[in-house]
């Protein structure tokens, strides 16, 4: 945990030819918040924490990253199944793995080019899985024909589009509406492919609820600075948690129809919608129901991945967007070399297959399927409902419950003392909360500035899908770390 | 084969906001040769004759990629056991695996977050395998230690590399020294990143040879027209095949010295030598015994793939580059989401790990081990002789016998009558030659053109790492389809 790698640049004897390279993104903006890399300023913490014998008795407890199975959540065993015996299809014949998955396995290897995971597959992903993504999306919105055709699979299909997006200079600059809060690692997609960053603010007031006035005002005023061409949208929200309605959805559809904006709609967390009463309904759906003059004239990339949800496989790199209303040219505009650049592992393409077609009932292994789904599930909505328990006990904290996703985000209402200090050491008051607790407790949680929270406000992002039992030992450590923090800056 | 998936653009309505979008690199190029793509003019004939019931008898022979797995080379075996163990942990109780590969996937899982190859790692890679790799390296040098801190886990090192030096306009413009013929990957990577591509010329009298003054006079003529600053070779060669010798390397290192260019050097192909008396000498090496004065101020990256030589995983997307005497300020300069961006995923991490660790004697599954890579060289050899034996009996075909790697390329001495015809269709002769034996056929093999060959000579690429019969079946199509081109032609 906190392990930075040992790529060192001090361990580097001295060169030339990069000096002057062009790199001219925010390094260090960016090397804070990537969400594949270990957070560097935390991780040096975390580090001597670990070095200091001090501590003996501080195992970290990183609940900064959105990454399940490194926190003990253990992965579908039917994904793992079917995999195994795509990597080594001796094991077609073994016991040890279900029946079904050995079918799967071996279907899922017909479709690859000379039955091994090993070789290349075409840039939009493995025809069989684009037809898989096709029929889940078909399923889960009632028969709303999605078009194979329409799928490009990629490991990251949001920087995918940015890069297509990215043009012009100055005024002319491609911008994209981004809410705030947003994802840290959206900003830095932004940043690094050299798009400008448009912020609408979420309504935390009204369960950061997306407001559509405020949008059209945010877009009139970045007009002039840049070109805004999109408009970004994470439903279920991160870090917020929120859930929009399919009311917010139309009135979002409405404004990007008016203000011809491309619709990137993130929806990976869709099947992870926790709240009481709540569902979710995809963006695609909607457009689909407004009919003529939306239905056909929108665009739309609609985003899903399999590092998040209860698959969680960040470390298989896969996912697929599909696209709607998109101009012909586009595709033609899409470099096959960048399509390679973000072109999933093999290995991850066929996970993403399982997750879009998983047992069914009758299966033979529907009933441990579903049984660990519900059970992650179960941890998810106990974990949710505990966190929320604890911290609407703590004073000087209110948190907007939240609907969907493994995020929690509440808002801390520091003492003056606090802030006082953060300014005077030249940081966010809530990173230096986060470090406290981090050296203190051992408890890793990110600090709100990194998402662009409203000026004057100060939050953290819990990631709670993690064992309960971990969780139980987070919150006691995170609740005699806030009692103290706030005794001691009153 | 042949596939190029089902996003084509036809099938997507209208839109509007990516219609003036800013991709300047030149698509057509790209969309023609990108390694992990299938080749789109190509593949238009391979599938239309796939379609075309008069040639049932025709299936395709893919010769064009770099791609043994899918040509139905096997994977090895200790590779896929450790991997699917890794996957799938239940497997490390099954006799079906062997006892070592469970071993060795029980170290790797220890060495992943959370025990589970779905979470993520650091930027620079998993720390163990970058261990693993400085020890391969060390050792295969003779005890020339390697950091490990220099060593750098990506799926693409080139094109990070690339992305760094890209800086400038216009005369200042970063260029990288590229041989000619080169890869086709390499040009399409530079173009995408907007470096230019400044070509020597290798010799191929000569047996491929680099020639150094050759190459000072091209880089004197390319300033005024961008600021040179790296050096690419290929050692062994692609498409080429040859094999550099060390004064040869000697020589590179002393221009790239007195020039302060940076040096790039691909030696994924490094345990694909097989031409007689033929060795592998590694850059850094030969760096590191000539002593001060370069040793410790040469700029050298060297490449490896697991995509490349016995392994042929290229689905899993994974390699590593080395950096040695490279600015410390370069480090700072590698934002952490490019390298996320470029970071394999955890089974391609753990591939490289087997791959530069594979079983030693005594181990349990050594005897398999040897034996498998023992065929594949068998294979590879034997192929070697034996295409180069039907080449040198076709009239109009000369063939300097390649030294190392997984390709041959002849060079074709065609009949005017067919580049007059070539010409009239506006297309290279080889192309022209290409289309015609996939069209009558059904052998798909690579023209030089995309290689960037000398003006006025004309060549094609084999990829001869097949099974023995499916390369005999290609030689008799092969031979049949040029005899009865150059009497049309005559």
Same mark, same amino acid.
């Given at each position: 945990?906190?392990?930075?790698?040992?790529?060192?640049?001090?361990?580097?004897?001295?060169?030339?030819?990069?000096? #002057?390279?062009?790199?001219?993104? #925010?390094? @260090?903006?960016?090397?804070?918040?990537?969400?594949?890399?270990?957070?560097?300023?935390?991780?040096?913490?975390? /580090?001597?924490?670990?070095?200091?014998?001090?501590?003996?008795?501080? $195992?970290?407890?990183?609940?900064?990253?959105?990454?399940?199975?490194?926190?003990?959540?253990?992965?579908?065993?039917?994904?793992?199944?079917?995999?195994?015996? @795509?990597?080594?299809?001796?094991?077609?014949?073994?016991?040890?793995?279900?029946?079904?998955?050995?079918?799967?396995?071996?279907?899922?290897?017909?479709?690859?080019?000379?039955?091994?995971?090993?070789?290349?597959?075409?840039?939009?992903?493995?025809?069989?899985?684009?037809?898989?993504?096709?029929?889940?999306?078909?399923?889960?919105?009632?028969?709303?024909?999605?078009?194979?055709?329409?799928?490009?699979?990629? !490991?990251?299909?949001?920087?995918?589009?940015?890069?297509?997006?990215?043009?012009?200079?100055?005024? !002319?600059?491609?911008?994209?509406?981004?809410?705030?809060?947003?994802?840290?690692?959206?900003?830095?997609?932004?940043?690094?492919?050299?798009?400008?960053?448009?912020?609408?603010?979420? @309504?935390?007031?009204?369960?950061?609820?997306? &407001?559509?006035?405020?949008?059209?005002?945010?877009?009139?005023?970045?007009?002039?600075?840049?070109?805004?061409?999109?408009?970004?949208?994470?439903?279920?929200?991160?870090?917020?948690?929120?859930?929009?309605?399919?009311?917010?959805? $139309?009135?979002?559809?409405?404004?990007?129809?008016?203000?011809?904006?491309?619709?990137?709609?993130?929806?990976? #967390?869709?099947?992870?919608?926790?709240? $009481?009463?709540?569902?979710?309904?995809?963006?695609?759906?909607?457009?689909?129901?407004?009919?003529?003059?939306?239905?056909?004239?929108?665009?739309?990339?609609?985003?899903?991945?399999?590092?998040?949800?209860?698959?969680?496989?960040?470390?298989?790199?896969?996912?697929?967007?599909?696209?709607?209303?998109?101009?012909?040219?586009?595709?033609?505009?899409?470099?096959?070399?960048?399509?390679?650049?973000?072109?999933?592992?093999?290995?991850?393409?066929?996970?993403?297959?399982?997750?879009?077609?998983?047992?069914?009932?009758?299966?033979?292994? /529907?009933?441990?399927?579903?049984?660990?789904?519900? !059970?992650?599930?179960?941890?998810?909505?106990?974990?949710?409902?505990?966190? &929320?328990?604890?911290?609407?006990?703590?004073?000087?904290?209110?948190?907007?419950?939240?609907?969907?996703?493994?995020?929690?985000?509440?808002?801390?209402?520091?003492?003056?003392?606090?802030?006082?200090?953060?300014?005077?050491?030249?940081?966010?008051? #809530?990173?230096?909360?986060?470090?406290?607790?981090?050296?203190?407790?051992?408890?890793?949680?990110?600090?709100?500035?990194?998402?662009?929270?409203?000026?004057?406000?100060?939050?953290?992002?819990?990631?709670?899908?993690?064992?309960?039992?971990?969780?139980?030992?987070?919150?006691?450590?995170?609740?005699?770390? /806030?009692?103290?923090?706030?005794? $001691?800056? !009153?």
């Amino acid at each position: 945990m906190g392990d930075e790698g040992c790529g060192s640049p001090g361990k580097r004897a001295t060169g030339a030819v990069f000096r #002057d390279g062009g790199v001219t993104v #925010d390094v @260090c903006a960016q090397r804070a918040v990537n969400p594949r890399a270990r957070e560097s300023q935390l991780g040096q913490v975390t /580090h001597g924490l670990k070095q200091d014998s001090q501590k003996p008795d501080k $195992e970290v407890i990183d609940m900064c990253w959105g990454d399940p199975h490194s926190a003990g959540i253990k992965p579908l065993s039917f994904v793992r199944q079917v995999l195994a015996a @795509c990597l080594h299809p001796e094991l077609l014949h073994s016991d040890r793995l279900s029946v079904d998955a050995r079918q799967r396995a071996q279907r899922l290897l017909g479709a690859c080019r000379g039955g091994s995971v090993g070789s290349y597959t075409p840039v939009y992903g493995l025809p069989h899985v684009q037809c898989s993504v096709a029929e889940f999306i078909t399923r889960r919105d009632g028969g709303v024909a999605c078009l194979p055709e329409n799928i490009i699979i990629s !490991s990251d299909p949001l920087r995918l589009l940015l890069f297509l997006l990215a043009a012009g200079e100055g005024a !002319s600059r491609a911008g994209v509406l981004t809410p705030a809060p947003v994802c840290h690692t959206v900003a830095v997609a932004l940043a690094e492919v050299g798009v400008v960053s448009v912020p609408y603010p979420l @309504c935390e007031e009204r369960g950061w609820a997306l &407001q559509a006035n405020e949008l059209r005002g945010v877009l009139q005023a970045s007009r002039g600075r840049c070109d805004p061409r999109a408009l970004y949208v994470a439903n279920p929200g991160d870090p917020t948690g929120h859930v929009q309605s399919r009311d917010s959805i $139309e009135e979002v559809i409405r404004l990007a129809a008016e203000e011809r904006l491309f619709l990137l709609v993130n929806e990976a #967390d869709q099947d992870s919608v926790h709240g $009481e009463g709540c569902e979710f309904v995809s963006y695609r759906k909607v457009l689909s129901e407004m009919g003529p003059g939306f239905s056909d004239t929108v665009e739309l990339a609609s985003l899903h991945s399999i590092s998040r949800g209860f698959m969680g496989e960040g470390g298989l790199c896969s996912g697929y967007m599909e696209l709607l209303n998109v101009d012909p040219a586009v595709a033609a505009l899409f470099p096959s070399g960048l399509l390679a650049g973000h072109l999933p592992p093999v290995l991850g393409q066929l996970a993403l297959d399982v997750m879009v077609k998983p047992p069914r009932p009758g299966d033979p292994s /529907h009933p441990t399927y579903a049984e660990e789904v519900r !059970s992650r599930r179960e941890t998810l909505m106990g974990n949710v409902r505990r966190v &929320q328990e604890v911290l609407d006990a703590l004073p000087g904290v209110s948190c907007v419950p939240g609907l969907g996703g493994h995020y929690t985000f509440p808002r801390l209402h520091l003492p003056r003392a606090a802030l006082e200090q953060a300014e005077s050491a030249g940081v966010e008051a #809530d990173l230096l909360y986060c470090r406290k607790l981090l050296e203190q407790e051992g408890v890793c949680v990110r600090p709100g500035c990194e998402f662009g929270q409203s000026e004057g406000t100060h939050h953290i992002r819990l990631h709670v899908m993690v064992p309960p039992e971990v969780l139980e030992e987070a919150l006691v450590r995170l609740k005699r770390f /806030h009692l103290r923090f706030m005794r $001691e800056f !009153s």
